[in-house]
Nanobody
Framework: QVHVVESGGGLVQAGGSLRLSCAAS????????MGWYRQAPGNQRELVAV???????NYADSVKGRFTISRENAKNTVYLQMNSLKPEDTAVYYC???????????????WGQGTQVTVSS
């Protein structure tokens, strides 16, 4: 059984910073891309940032220059450092971890339960 758990959300004033963490555990053969998504009320879930197993990153235009995604492979963990937060960043943030359970298994993405980020003006 695989578990993906996010942490680090909370309430912060505009201009502030938060660091989200996402840890995957279980019997996992290998990890692939890891990403952060967010969903605000009434909106669809959107990609915030993604990092490949080789460390290549990609960001949504709305967060470029403010957010940084990183991963620590030894801990099966991906991070999202969020600086200069804006009220429009308010959302539930979800982690998606790409993985194979066995060498012959297809890659699939496992979601965490989400963590709330609220930015006050």
């Amino acid at each position: 059984q695989v578990h993906v758990v996010e942490s680090g959300g909370g309430l912060v004033q505009a201009g502030g910073s938060l660091r989200l963490s996402c840890a995957a555990s279980g019997i996992i053969f290998s990890f692939n891309d890891m990403g952060w998504y967010r969903q605000a009320p009434g909106n669809q879930r959107e990609l915030v940032a993604v990092i490949t197993s080789g460390g290549i990153t990609n960001y949504a235009d709305s967060v470029k220059g403010r957010f940084t995604i990183s991963r620590e492979n030894a801990k099966n963990t991906v991070y999202l450092q969020m600086n200069s937060l804006k009220p429009e960043d308010t959302a539930v943030y979800y982690c998606n971890v790409g993985m194979r359970l066995r060498s012959s298994s297809p890659i699939f993405g496992s979601w965490g339960q989400g963590t709330q980020v609220t930015v006050s003006s």
